[in-house]
């Protein structure tokens, strides 16, 4: 189709030579459009929900996944959050973030609590074989490191085989959780589940009651830890009565 071209070529000072050719759509004079285009953008409204953790090692850590997609999101508010073990570690620090710089910050306390985690690992003795590492094989069943930790749990109690109390876990939150800023979050509740020794009930800490021995008495599993001794009473993991605590 030649006729826009050959039109162009016949307009001389606004005027066709030889009549204008015949257009499918109407020719109109530039008039000022003097509406407003502005497009106004509305705040996407947030919601606010109540979300429980659960505990057990790497649960956990896919949890920081999660929870790093659900707070980018920016869609979401947390009201309360509950957690057991692992769960309860990523609610506490969620907070201490949280308390320290909102959102952007509990992303933040997230990150670098499991990243120094994840370098503390490489100084494990348990590993995976060099086998396993050839076959990407991530089960550490076979790990000479874990049979040995295993044959040592059955035949030692902890009291036995840490007798000086070294507890990798405890400093590292000592790094990361700060027990007054925490508490000072108001903005979200929290509720961490640990296990009376003695009655077999379910003791659930408050935000205003948290504390580093509150964090550690809902991860103490009896095989690898000491029972924690919070006000006389001893407590061991959270999981054994709520997994994750719904309260």
Avoid at 9 to 16: I, T
Avoid at 24 to 39: E, H, K, L, N, V
Avoid at 119 to 142: C, E, H, K, Y
Wanted: hydrophobic residues 40%; glycine residues 10%.
């Amino acid at each position: 189709m030649s006729w826009p071209r050959d039109s162009i070529h016949r307009m001389v000072d606004g005027r066709f030579r030889h009549g204008p050719p015949a257009l499918p759509f109407a020719i109109m004079p530039s008039i000022p459009d003097t509406r407003d285009w502005t497009m106004t953008v509305e705040p996407t409204p947030t919601k606010r929900i109540n979300i429980a953790l659960q505990g057990g090692g790497s649960h956990g850590a896919f949890t920081w996944g999660v929870l790093d997609r659900l707070i980018e999101d920016g869609r979401l508010e947390f009201e309360a959050v509950s957690g057991t073990s692992a769960g309860a570690m990523n609610a506490a620090i969620l907070l201490q973030g949280w308390a320290n710089g909102g959102p952007a910050g509990a992303r933040a306390a997230l990150a670098a609590f499991w990243g120094e985690l994840g370098q503390m690992s490489v100084a494990s003795p348990i590993q995976r074989t060099p086998l396993d590492r050839l076959q990407g094989n991530w089960n550490l069943d076979d790990s000479p490191g874990a049979l040995w930790a295993d044959l040592i749990q059955r035949t030692l109690s902890p009291w036995q085989r840490n007798p000086l109390k070294f507890d990798p876990l405890r400093e590292l939150l000592k790094r990361h959780f700060n027990q007054e800023s925490v508490r000072a979050c108001h903005q979200v509740k929290a509720f961490i589940a640990a296990t009376n020794v003695r009655t077999g009930k379910v003791r659930i800490f408050t935000r205003e009651e948290l504390s580093i021995d509150a964090l550690l008495a809902s991860a103490c599993l009896p095989n690898v830890h000491d029972a924690v001794v919070i006000d006389g009473e001893a407590y061991w993991d959270g999981g054994f009565r709520g997994n994750p605590p719904i309260w």
